[in-house]
């Protein structure tokens, strides 16, 4: 059983369009990080966010922590190819960081 | 500055063998993490280790073992391979709470 649900697993869109990512969790978190990761490479970190209900801006992404700090999302407006990958959200649990089995995006020009 | 760079890239051995995968963490770091990212499971916690010391341990038998060295370099040793270690081996370093820096892993193939 994860502790961190994503969802969807798998995502088909054509450039321009819009997607949301979420990740879902029964556990409270001190903080949610995303990161994206390329085939034949290691996930590299996106954003932290840390407080209930905050929300941060990353160009065309959009995070936002729940307000309890169970769930986060990331959204992406006008998605482009370059976008494509391997999408992981991951919570502090403990000493230690729990990732979630991530979303596969696949931005089709 | 370098990142966080392990070696080999890839590594094919035998079921029952041993492997051996190495880590060096961005410098100036002392802890290191290892996971395990096999297909459809996402990424798995194998060990962590800081100053010289295993601080924590996931949920893996005890063959897979490692230690970090007074350079703060880690290795990763998994003894008695079996075809389900096959998958990709990932080492960061970073703060847990401002986020991981990932080499770009090693593949390993059991066969």
């Known amino acids: 059983t994860q502790l961190l649900e994503q969802s969807p697993q798998f995502l088909s869109i054509q450039e321009g369009e819009n997607l949301t990512v979420y990740c879902n969790s029964s556990s409270v978190f001190s903080s949610l990080q995303w990161y994206r990761q390329e085939p034949g490479e290691g996930p590299v970190l996106l954003v932290t966010?840390?407080?209930?209900?905050e929300v941060k801006k990353l160009k065309r992404l959009t995070f936002q922590f729940g307000d309890a700090r169970k769930d986060s999302s990331l959204h992406i407006t006008a998605a482009q190819p370059g976008d494509t990958g391997l999408y992981l959200c991951a919570g502090v649990y403990g000493n230690k960081l729990v990732f979630g089995a991530g979303t596969i995006l696949r931005v089709k020009s | 500055e370098a990142g966080v760079t392990q070696s080999p890239t890839h590594l094919i051995k035998t079921r029952g063998q041993q492997a051996t995968l190495r880590c060096s963490p961005i410098?100036?770091?002392?802890?290191v993490y290892w996971y395990q990212q096999a297909l459809g499971l996402g990424l798995q916690f194998l060990l962590w280790?800081?100053?010289?010391?295993?601080?924590n341990r996931g949920n893996f038998p005890p063959r897979f073992s490692g230690r970090q060295f007074p350079n703060y370099s880690s290795e990763l040793n998994v003894n008695a391979l079996e075809l389900e270690d096959s998958a990709l081996y990932l080492c960061?370093?970073?703060?847990?709470?401002?986020?991981?820096?990932f080499g770009s892993g090693t593949r390993l193939t059991v066969v």
């Open positions: 960061a370093s970073s703060g847990v709470f401002y986020g991981y820096t």
């Open positions: 280790y800081d100053e010289g010391e295993e601080r």
């Open positions: 410098s100036g770091h002392t802890s």
């Open positions: 966010v840390v407080t209930g209900g």
